[in-house]
Every structure is written in C-alpha cells, then in structure tokens.
C-alpha cells in the first residue's frame, strides 16, 4: 500500500469514529517525516462548537505535539475536501501538503465552489493531491447521511 493510502486509510478510521459518535464522517490526520503527529475527526455535534472539524483538531494536536503553529513540512490527510475555513487554516499554519479522499460539492473550497488554495495572493502555498481512496471516502458519508435519512423517515 502506498503511504499516501496508508495514512488516508487512518484519517478513514477518524472518519468511522466520527460515525459512530453520530458526527458527519470526516476524519483527517497530520503527518511529520512519515509520522502521525494529529488526529481529528468531526465533532461539531459533540462539543457544539462550529470549529470543531476534524481538519482543525489534527492542525491543533499537531502544533500541540511540535510546540508550534507554524507546521512546516507537515501533510494533512482528510477524507473530505476542506471547507472555506479549513482550507484557510491550512495556510495560516503553513502545512506543506494536503491530500484528501473525496470533493465536496456542496462547500469544497480547494476546486469545487472555491480554490482558496491556488490564490497566488496568498503568502504560502500548499501543495494538493486528491482523490487518494476517493470511493471509500465517499461511502462513509453517502452511508451515514442514508443512516440518517431512513431513521428521519421513520
């Protein structure tokens, strides 16, 4: 297994954790030189608080983890395309690469409503691959909002 599929087959783990807590399924972990250095998975329900996205808890537990806020050479591997406010957050701490699973149509902002990440205005850069385990990243959203439909139908 190639490593970009191994650490988005851990953020896929966060995802199911995020499930099975009743949270959208979105998990993300913060890699340093190969090693899991963050771990997030949603958990705006559980603690109500709107910042509480998987991406941002793995950012955070990594500058934890480094002592800093500044996550140079950092990866974050998320299994949903990140919001406006993540993608921003991925700037702001300087994270060197991004890889994620599945796009978000509905407020993907690093190519499908928006491209925070390729604005040249921006003092950093940050590379970007997607579409690593793109289907399994997408069925556990598409079998957790189908969960969550039937029992509302009920």
């Not at 490593?3 to 972990?29: H, I, K, R, Y």
């Not at 299994?79 to 993907?108: H, N």
């Not at 491209?115 to 289907?135: F, I, M, Q, T, Y």
Request: proline share 3%.
């Amino acid at each position: 297994m190639h490593a970009d599929e191994q650490f988005m087959s851990m953020a896929l783990e966060q995802a199911e954790l995020a499930a099975s807590q009743g949270e959208v399924p979105v998990g993300a972990v913060a890699v340093l030189q190969g090693q899991v250095i963050g771990r997030g998975h949603n958990r705006r329900e559980t603690e109500q608080n709107p910042l509480a996205h998987a991406e941002l808890l793995a950012l955070g537990e990594a500058a934890q983890h480094l002592g800093a806020w500044r996550l140079l050479g950092v990866q974050l591997f998320v299994t949903l395309e990140p919001c406006t406010m993540c993608a921003g957050a991925l700037i702001q701490s300087r994270i060197s690469r991004l890889v994620f699973g599945a796009r978000d149509a509905k407020a993907g902002a690093v190519g499908s409503l928006y491209h925070v990440l390729e604005d040249s205005r921006h003092n950093h850069h940050v590379e970007v691959v997607e579409g690593v385990l793109e289907e399994p990243c997408a069925f556990v959203l598409k079998k957790f909002f189908s969960a969550l439909r039937q029992s509302k139908a009920r």
